[in-house]
């Protein structure tokens, strides 16, 4: 039969390319020529490197490759065409949707096609992707690239067929040497005959089409740190141009002109993919953010009185042009309130733009801090941007948050969305395409949870798109304090594998021992190229900053103490307590309480009350109100948001009640997403800052008590009167400590009783005043960092503590290896144990990463692990189960609420059963997150969701608990050891059971 291809020879054999080798068949109506195709990608990933690689990264190719820059877009677009030339294959072309056509069954009867190898068994199983990279080395050699010496995966033919292997997520394994240039020696499968004749005809006819790039000169090659992005870019060119509505496009105008099997087709199509592209990319939110060039106070011109440490930064800094050297690392650390957040926005803008990274990832500690400071970088972005740029939310229930993802939100791929375009014109809306997921972090701008940057170093698939999408920003981790041993691990990796990609990162933190900020710069100039010891890092100062070079590792440091326009004396009062809630003892933690609230009560202000555990908070919660109830009388109701008062406007659903006593409120992260976020919204109106928009302070003289855990304690802009907190390890109490009086410029209302900043602390005592950790408390904080926090503070006999000036000393005394205890022989027991348990989170932590990059000897290593990417923790221990509460009622229908008003649904609301985003994001709101535990070995059919769930990758892994109702209230299910049962103002409450 003769072979319908190209009318102009390209192979120099006279083979033309067959057209009936198809490349994208499900869908159309006809198949879509795999040149086609391969052509598409490329063009788009030239496009991708005009307008979304980032200088830096394009310079790193440039500088691997041994070329010119032109030459090396021509390089990456030739190379990401060829991703899916292992579709020439009999398995794949003659799979059995595809025979339907008679395009492939007249390929099934070319005897071209028809004879196989011996060992060929005629298996589909040979997945296309692996196909590529192994006939990829023998068609390089063969366009003339140098084959290279050594082990396989250094040579670059071999690199960069293994890299477009992954463009489904996984890099495939390396071959045996002797197979890496004859691949039908051991997969003859791939076939010889008319497939390794197309296999050649195709890729020449790529070549030639994209420009004839020149082969790569002897001795190139690619490092793994460029080639995991330039594998992300591949990725990104093989979706964009596998849309369903581009391919139609291109296949419509294709064969009305006559099909591709003419080579001045081939470069009319190209040319038309071309001319296309740019709309693709500005559809995806694919671009880079382009800010002004100015200093601090032109970023921020709303600031009247800077603080001196952005002052000491935007001066020694960048004026000084010292970031114009390239990349480095900043390192910020100050009291709460001083500002680091407008420093890091500042400073991200200039670093990113003389490295060549214009983008920003901001990546906090938790979903409530994330969701908090999105709509401050959003604002930064208005102000301070040349154009438009999509701003990204990153963390698991980012669809949750209404400013982000708000309802009617049209589908079309679009930049300029009502919801969010500045007065100047400048949008930071995110389309669908990039909140599909695994895409956010490709958005030029992105604020998120720092796991969603950390899985970047777990060996997960697609972990080249978080590696391309950090490698073009500026990176800054906020609260880099606040993790524990494990997931400080995974950070420090992370930071090797910026320095390694030439990516500025900017680390904030309150608190952060000295030994550990060394540790955190030393790891990102290690990944940089610089050898520990060849530089001396300085303990920055507190408040101060650090910043090293990643090319010279040079260190510069502030000229002078830095000062601060907020100084104060905080009083630390230390109460024993036994750990009792009868109030009837005198020493007992209810009745210390209920002495500290006693002013608020009487008097009006505002308090925090700060738990180490969700249970001990509700607990506290409930006891205390039993206390109001008692003192007030029924008409009491201030720690019921269902009812609103005379000073505030009600919704329809609430009614009114009397102004008697204080409002009480409990916040945690075991409260259903929705009400979890309606309770942090209020607290931030109740506590936020005097003057800003939505704030409005309860009047005197009524009081305000939040009862909370850690949710509280990071990256929250709210200011109390007075805290009470549990005994906490240092950092901890004094980082809470600072959201005591944390406004002055604009001090709001302070009540009689407060006469200045004051933390109270309880610390739980036995009969004879010793500590003793409750049990209830678990393993949330090392007994020993608690003796070694609470021994300094009582040393101090009540003396105030400095803030700025003791903050340091005292959180880098806590880790002192000569720390002199009063029970040396228990604290060395303690800090044993404690030692123990962090070498062994770090050691898992080592075993779970990925190497770093020069340790890689296979791009395989990188994304070896099935794990769903959705399912991994990065938090040792506090990997959470998402329960979704469900009430039956007495005909056995489901509510999602205890007042029935809100049906369970059992499928989707779109065709065909599937679930609409909004409905996706509605049952989502009432999810509640739950630690693994005995509960959930005892789960049954009853607590799984539907099956018309199961297609829904955000709900199909919920767990269902369902409850009755009865006169008493909601009763949740009864799951091994524990009863889980959701109220309305405690959340989610699990009982021991007798």
Known sequence: ?????????????????????????????????????????????????DGFLARSQQEAIVGELGVESDGARSLVAFWAGLHDVGKIQRGFQFQRDALRHASSAALLADGAFASR???????????????????????????????GSGRAGGRLVVRVAQMLGGHHGRYPQLPQMRNVFDP?????????????????????????????????????????????????????????????????????????????GRLDAL???????????????????????RFTVGGFRQRFPEIEQPHPLQVSVDTELTEAGVFEGGPGVLLVTAPPGEGKTEVALAAAASMGRAAGCPGVAFLLPTRATADQLYGRVAAFGRGNLLGDAALTLLHGAADLNEQYAPDGLPEPRTLTDEHDVSKSGVSLSAGRWLRTRGRGVLAPLSVGTVDQALMAVLPLRHNALRQLGLAGKTVVVDEAHAHDAFTHALLLRLLVWLGAMRVPVILLSATLTGRTAAGMAEAYLTGAGRKPGSYELAAPSYPGWLYADAATAAVTLPGGPIGTNRPSSLDIDLLPVAHTYDPAVKDGRLAALLRELKPVVDAGGCVAVICTTVGEAQRTFSVFRDHLRQRYGPEYQGWDDRVAYADEPASPAQGTASQVGPKLRLLHARFPARRRSAITQEAEKWFGRVGKEGVRRPAPPRGTILVATQVIEQSLDMDFDLIVSDLAPMALLLQRAGRVWRHRTTAPYRPSWSRGPRLAVLVPVDGNGLLLVPKSWGDVYAPSLLRRTLEPLEARAGKPVEVPGDVQELVDGVYDAEFASKTPELLLKEDIDRLTETMAREGLAKLVTIPKPGDVSSLEQLTSSDADEDIIATRLGVDAVLTLPVFEDPEQRRWLDENHRVRFPEDGDASGGRFSRTLVRELLGYVVPLAHG???????????????????????????????TGPDGPAGPALGKRRLTLHHELGLVTERLA
């Open 934 to 964: 005995d509960w959930r070995l005892a789960c049954t059919a009853a607590n799984e969701p539907p099956a018309g769930w199961q297609d829904e990758p955000k709900l199909a892994g919920v767990v269902l608990l369902p409850h009755t």
């Open 267 to 289: 470069r009319a199509h190209a040319a038309r993919a071309a001319a296309e592209a740019p709309a693709l990319l500005r559809g995806a939110g694919l671009d880079r953010a």
């Open 1 to 49: 039969m003769e072979c319908p291809g190209l009318t102009d020879e390209l192979g120099g054999g006279g083979e033309m390319v067959d057209v009936r080798v198809w490349g994208k068949e499900h869908g159309l109506v006809e198949p879509y020529p795999l040149i086609g195709h391969l052509l598409d990608t490329g063009v788009v990933a030239g496009a991708l490197w």
């Open 184 to 260: 039908l020696r051991d997969l003859p499968e791939l076939g010889a005959g008319g497939w390794a004749v197309q296999r050649r005809e195709h890729a020449a006819a790529l070549r030639e089409v994209l420009g004839h790039p020149a082969v790569v000169p002897d001795g190139a090659g690619l490092s793994v740190q460029v080639a995991v992005v330039v594998a992300g870019l591949v990725v990104v060119a093989d979706w964009l141009a596998s849309q369903d509505d581009f391919v139609l496009r291109q296949q419509t105008v294709a064969t009305a002109d006559g099909g591709l």
């Open 117 to 147: 190898l011996a060992g060929d068994n005629g298996s589909l199983s040979l997945r296309h992707q692996v196909a590529s990279a192994r006939v990829l080395p023998s068609l390089l050699a063969g366009q003339g690239y140098p084959e």
